[in-house]
């Protein structure tokens, strides 16, 4: 099973930016779709961005698309997150997920999970 670790969270200002990153390790993520969830306080996990195996592919949700661009670096077993235009409502724990299914960008089930890195835009 792949091991993955969520970096990159922090406090920024609404209008602001953030990158996030998640390095894998234990095997190659290069067959593996990979995706971005998010959870706030008292809501459910959801989807917000998913990229299939060779990066030809990728997926948003409609709350964060024209802002946020997810991409891989497969030589570097890391996925990216790049969060800009940010605003109060992405405020959020962000976490890294594996599906091993590599063309499942458009609705990934992760089989891993990172711990999550917490997100907070301020007004």
């Known amino acids: 099973q792949v091991q993955l670790v969520e970096s990159g969270g922090g406090l920024v200002e609404a209008g602001g930016s953030l990158r996030l990153s998640c390095a894998a390790s234990g095997r190659t993520i290069s067959t593996y779709t990979m995706a971005w969830f998010r959870q706030a306080p008292g809501k459910e996990r959801v989807f917000v961005a998913g990229?299939?195996?060779?990066?030809?592919?990728?997926y948003y949700a409609e709350s964060v698309k024209g802002r946020f661009t997810i991409s891989r670096d497969n030589a570097k077993n890391t996925v990216y997150l790049q969060m800009n235009s940010l605003k109060p409502e992405d405020t959020a724990v962000y976490y890294c997920?594996?599906?091993?299914?590599?063309?499942?960008?458009?609705?990934?089930?992760?089989?891993?999970w990172g711990q999550g890195t917490q997100v907070t835009v301020s007004s």
């Open positions: 997920g594996a599906d091993k299914n590599p063309y499942r960008g458009f609705r990934p089930r992760p089989d891993s």
């Open positions: 990229i299939i195996w060779d990066g030809a592919g990728t």
